[in-house]
């Protein structure tokens, strides 16, 4: 693959994941590819992931990931996304209150062949929690 189709790749499993098309997401990705999250230790499995994913389309709506910048070569994709939507179901033990989250990262794509083998995931962890937590609920006044 060139540069320009390893991005086109990436772009049609996010369009995917827009659609709350999992299946078509985790598609692009190698099942046995790690991915790696800045600060925790281990990496993630492509289960973890799509059971991650799963809980977020659950509890966003709308639920969705912005380019800000993607670009690749060489086997290797970057991006720079901003997740956006409002809370619409409890997330792991945060009630809803209609909340809205936006949260930026950066991610690191390797490919192999026509799939991502690996990834690399800057975000801070704690970010959409920390929206959550002290958004005010609505029609609180405050």
Known sequence: MS?????????AAVAAFNRGDVDGYLAAF???GPRWIVGLGVPLSLDDVD???RQLHAAFD??????DALFGADGMVCARWR??????APYLGVGSAGSAMSVEQCEVYRFAGDRVAEVWTYVDPKAIFDQLTTAEAPGDGR
């Open 83 to 88: 997740l956006h939507g409002v809370q619409v």
């Open 30 to 32: 190698d099942p046995a």
């Open 3 to 11: 540069g320009t189709e390893e991005v086109a790749a990436i772009r």
């Open 51 to 53: 059971e991650g994913m």
């Open 62 to 67: 709308p639920l969705h990931l912005d380019e």
